[in-house]
């Protein structure tokens, strides 16, 4: 079996073999032209993409709001997994190449994350606003009067108001009122008259605050004739910080979340390697056929949102994303997939092509341009949110980024990619994160990032499509997954991990804004 390069074409190689004759000769065709043999692969990008863009974006807003994770937490959630990306990629891309298995492995990776990604709305919200503490009120004679006590600080960093009211509706017993922004409940409780004084001590012991409710009575009787008024309010204590990585919640999150996108990032790679596949033989372009993947986000994406804003649950939308994925892999058992050659020493091959001086300076460039990616899939939704966008807003968001980003850029990729090379369509990616992320450090009304989002067809239409034929023009015959895999995974593993959890340490102390113009400096001096 032998392999050929094509000059000046994004259709690295020819895959010919005895009984098998290739026409060497470029057809021209026009620029509307859809390749019938190609069609199978349209259908398969816009229904897994189209699937995943109905949950995918909603999933950082689902950790903050249904199950009560800090942006600190979810980073870690996110750094750790994409940090194993490294592994799980590389791992699965392995695989594929030595057992040559490729359509198997689609169809496990299809499934795995139908399930897990279900399996997320089964975990309950996280009880971050509950605190036990130990308090004192003293109680004064003579007359009817209200203070306003910061009784203590919650473990959210806030103080709650307490306007107190004590008064006697008749002899020997006085009402124990306290309207509040976080309300509380009392397990025990005890009054004291002091002998010979006019002060009453009220001692509460593990009084259980709850923000699910914002008004409080408690009756309690004594010996007193006189009305009271609160002299003053004690925190006997300090409050324990409620420690999130400690709760099952998070852990049963981490590890959903870990399977369902491990699969999910080897899925991607994987049908990207089955289409180069198609590609070299068949003569046609990458771009044009992973457009398809992007119109399907786009149309989905503002579906999921509307679906949520509708019914306020994520239910109906994931049940979407599980029939989508259950369409693909009918579709998949119809396709006719282009072996790949084997590789009589992977490793070898492999570790060659690595070592090159050009691969390991794209490659620096791919994980730059991850950490700008790790920033936008794990905070771009989240950071919206935070400004008041709605979740159809948020949806809206993925379909500008996908039909006027992403789609006409990778209709053009090959074009593109020819005219200015492999390093300078990096080199433009990350000048268009840049410039994304300083605008969104001044960006206050929600609606305004939608004509930003077109710089998106640099950061993905275009770096995409560069990134795949890179891997497939480096690659030797019968590595195509591992290079790949490699490849991509300094991408979405390594860079997008450090964006991750750099970006969520800077929310949780510097802010959204000042967080986006640190990195809009990073990605434009790389």
């Given at each position: 079996m032998e392999s050929e390069k094509k000059e000046n074409s994004l259709e690295i190689y020819v895959i010919s073999s005895e009984g098998q004759s290739v026409n060497n000769t470029k057809v021209q065709?026009?620029?509307?032209?859809?390749?019938?043999?190609?069609?199978?692969?349209?259908?398969?990008?816009?229904?897994?993409?189209?699937?995943?863009?109905?949950?995918?974006p909603f999933l950082g807003v689902l950790a903050k709001d249904r199950i009560g994770l800090t942006a600190t937490s979810y980073a870690a959630v996110m750094s750790g997994e994409q940090f194993l990306f490294i592994f799980t990629k590389t791992f699965i891309g392995y695989l594929t190449d030595y057992f040559n298995k490729l359509k198997i492995m689609l169809y496990i990776l299809l499934i795995i994350p139908a399930i897990f990604i279900l399996l997320l709305l089964i975990i309950p919200k996280l009880n971050v606003n509950e605190t036990r503490v130990n308090y004192d009120v003293t109680l004064f004679d003579p007359q009817n009067m209200s203070e306003i006590c910061e009784l203590f600080p919650s473990r959210t960093n806030y103080k709650s108001n307490s306007f107190c009211f004590f008064g006697t509706s008749k002899q020997n017993e006085f009402e124990y009122k306290c309207v509040m922004n976080s309300s509380y409940r009392l397990s025990s409780h005890v009054l004291e008259a002091r002998r010979n004084s006019t002060e009453m001590y009220f001692h509460g012991e593990d009084g259980k605050f709850d923000a699910s409710s914002l008004e409080s009575i408690c009756d309690l009787c004594?010996?007193?004739?006189?009305?009271?008024?609160?002299?003053?309010?004690?925190?006997?204590?300090?409050?324990?910080?409620?420690?999130?990585?400690?709760?099952?919640?998070?852990?049963?999150?981490?590890?959903?979340?870990?399977?369902?996108?491990?699969?999910?990032?080897?899925?991607?790679?994987?049908?990207?390697?089955?289409?180069?596949?198609?590609?070299?033989?068949?003569?046609?372009?990458?771009?044009?056929?992973?457009?398809?993947?992007?119109?399907?986000w786009g149309v989905m994406s503002p579906v999921g949102g509307l679906l949520y804003d509708y019914t306020k649950d994520y239910l109906v939308s994931f049940m979407l994303t599980a029939l989508l994925l259950t369409l693909t892999l009918w579709n998949l058992w119809k396709m006719d997939l282009v072996k790949p050659q084997l590789s009589q020493n992977i490793l070898k091959d492999v570790g060659t092509v690595m070592s090159s001086r050009d691969f390991l300076m794209f490659q620096f460039g791919v994980l730059m341009n991850g950490f700008g990616v790790g920033i936008m899939w794990s905070y771009q939704i989240w950071f919206l949110t935070t400004i008041g966008a709605s979740r159809l807003l948020c949806g809206l968001v993925q379909t500008v980024q996908c039909f006027v980003g992403e789609l006409p850029f990778m209709f053009f990729s090959g074009w593109i990619i020819q005219k200015v090379g492999h390093f300078n369509a990096m080199s433009m990616a990350l000048v268009a994160y840049s410039a994304r992320f300083l605008f969104y450090s001044y960006l206050e009304n929600p609606w305004l990032v939608l004509p930003m989002e077109i710089v998106h067809g640099f950061t993905y239409g275009i770096f995409y499509p560069a990134v795949a034929s890179f891997a497939k023009l480096s690659s030797k015959p019968g590595t195509e997954a591992t290079t790949q895999s490699i490849l991509f995974s300094t991408h979405e593993g390594l860079g997008a991990g450090l964006g991750c959890v750099l970006a969520g340490l800077g929310f949780d102390h510097f802010g959204e804004h000042r967080t986006f113009f640190f990195a809009s400096i990073v990605t434009f001096c790389a």
């Open positions: 065709t026009k620029w509307w032209h859809i390749d019938k043999v190609m069609v199978p692969f349209k259908v398969h990008f816009f229904l897994f993409v189209g699937g995943f863009g109905l949950s995918l004594c010996n007193s004739s006189e009305n009271c008024y609160i002299k003053s309010c004690a925190d006997n204590n300090e409050t324990e910080e409620f420690n999130q990585f400690k709760s099952y919640q998070f852990w049963e999150f981490a590890t959903f979340h870990l399977i369902a996108h491990a699969s999910i990032n080897a899925l991607f790679t994987l049908s990207d390697t089955a289409c180069c596949e198609s590609v070299a033989k068949y003569g046609s372009d990458f771009g044009r056929q992973r457009l398809y993947g992007a119109a399907g």
